[in-house]
Structures are given as C-alpha cells and as structure tokens.
C-alpha cells in the first residue's frame, strides 16, 4: 500500500481503539445510533472518502476506503455500516447528481448533517432487485411516488432517502429510476427499529410511500437507469463489505490471542496446546487471504472500473472467514465466550449479517460462476 493508505490506517486505528471499541458493548446493549461518534468521523473526513477533492472528499481511492473500513470494523461493525452507506450514496451523487443535487446533498452527508437510506429491498425483492413494486407515476412536472420498502439501513432515523422505483412497468428493470426523497415529506411512514441480532447500533427499519410529491429534480440520474446505476455501486459496496468482514474476523483473532496468553488450565496457558494454536493459525492466514483478496478487488475496480468477479469473490470469502472464526473465538474462550457483553460473543453476532446484506454469498457464487462462464 502507498503511504497515503499507511497513514490513514493508522488515522482510522487510533480512533477506533480510542472512540468506537470502548463503547461498542454498550451500543450494542442499547441498540444506539452514537451520534456522537458519527460527528468524530465527519471531523475526520471517514465519510465519502472516495468523493473527489475538488468536491470536498477526502479524494482516497476504493483501496483507501477499504482500509478505512476494516479499522473502523475493529471497533465496532455498526459504525463501519455508516461509513459504508455514505460511501454508497455519494458515489452515486458524484456520478450522476446535478449540481444542485450535489450542492443539497453532497456536502451535508459528508459532515453527518444529513443521514442517508439507500431503498432498494421489498418484502418480494431482497436478491431479485427486478422484483420491485415501488412505483413513480408522472404527477404534473414531477412525481407520485408510492411503495414499501424493508430492511432499510438508517430507515428509522434517515433525513433523504435514495429510493429505487418503476417508472416504466412495462420496460422490466429498464424502466427503474432513482429519487432523491425528502424524509420529511408528506405521505411518508416510518416503521420502528427492528431487534436485530447483530450489528444492533445500525439501525433498519421499513419505509412506506403513499402518493408522496416529487418535484423534477427529484430525480437522480437518466430516467430509467436507476437499475444499473444502484447496480453499479455494488462491485464498491462489496469491496466495503468484504473489509468490514476482515476487521471483525481480525479484532476476534486479536481478542483470541490475548485471550489464550492469560488462560491456564492443567497448569499452563492454554496458548501452549496444539488444539488451540492451530486454530490461531488457521485465522490468521485465513484472514490475510481475505484481506488481500479484497484489496486486489478493490485495486482492480479502481483500475478497470468494473470487476464484479473479484469483488464477489472478496465479500464471499470475507464474510465466511468472518463468520466461521468468530465462532473459532468462542471456542477458544469456552464458556465465557458464550456470555453476553463478552467481545467474542458480540463479534460472532455482528458477523453473520455480512454473509447476507450487500448481496447473499449464494448470489456471489452466482455473479463468479457468470463471470467465469463469460470468459
């Protein structure tokens, strides 16, 4: 990595370790929105990282906001979730806002002034995004738009809405189309936070829209390419993902480690047990594989714009590893693995979710097995 990586690595981990790790059992306890946090990240530019300079970004690459990503996920998953759906949103806005658009939004997403819900999933449409029913009529100069979606991150406590909708039934995923929707609006239904497993300081919720008025520049983007626009955001938001995964894995090795050094049982530590350093092995190396599969992906995105398979490769291998040694960190603290409050315990909760949002593993061996067969 380039010393602009190397540095904000080291940026990212002394906030981590100072700010997000301590109170990580407590949001996770409360299921808090650490608001608090937030403003600390904004402070530090941790928000569309890969907007441009010239627009107020930080100007890092998808490699940097990787890195950016597995150091926040060290101290606690929920915020890199934050971090993430920015990411998303104002690479969107960068790519294909009007001016206006990236005057009203842009800048506010990047300061935490606005909190962004990027609305794609229905109760009929989790993987198969073409199976949307959420709809936007012509409704004078502007829009009417009406639907339901679930599972929204930040639906609970979202300011604008990015929300993918039909605008042309008849043209299947062709006629789908992108608005920028004020959450304040008339029409405009939230649902409570849902009590999630883990990841519980990101908050998900549903969002009703009943007739609500759109204007004309309520529209993100080409009438009709908001299908492949959100699309294209993906190779980037697994990249995230992926290392999201690593740093949760790696902060349970870490916390395994520390844990078998000081454990004794039948009169020494158990750090000296084959059993259990075979098991610190495997994570280790399974760990790095993930982390540079996904910084290959991320590389290769930024070079070739578009690299679906490696991305899907990294979030797939990625969230595995994360799932499969977080549970290996359990094992290793025992018993007291398994009670609540105890780090390991949390991780192997947080973990899970990364093997299905952003796209399930079974859709990414999917995308692989199609990139694969194209070549």
Known sequence: MEA???SMREVVRRFAESRVRPAAAALDAESRLPTEIYDEMATLGLFGVTVPEALGGAGLDTLGYAVVMEELARGYASVADQCGL?????????AHGTAAQRERYLTPLMRGALRPAYCITEAEAGSDVSAIKTTATPSGA???????????HNAPVADVAFVLARTDPARGHRGMSIFLVDCASAGITRGPAEHKMGQRASLIGWLRFDAVALGPEALLGELGRGFHMMM??????????????????????DAALAHVRERRQFGRAIAEFQGARWMLADMAKDIQAARLLTHDAARRLDAEGRASAACSMAKCFASDVAVTHT??????????????GVEVERLYRDAKITQIYEGTNQIQRDIIARELLRE
């Open 4 to 6: 602009a990586h190397e």
């Open 86 to 94: 920015v990411e998303l949103v104002t690479t969107l806005l960068v």
């Open 142 to 152: 502007g829009w009417s738009l009406s639907g339901e979606k679930q599972l929204i």
């Open 232 to 253: 294209s955001v993906l190779d980037k938001g697994r990249v995230g993902i992926a290392a999201l995964a690593v740093g949760i894995a790696q902060a349970g090795l």
């Open 327 to 340: 549970a290996n960190a359990v094992q290793l603290f025992g018993g007291t693995g398994y009670i609540r």
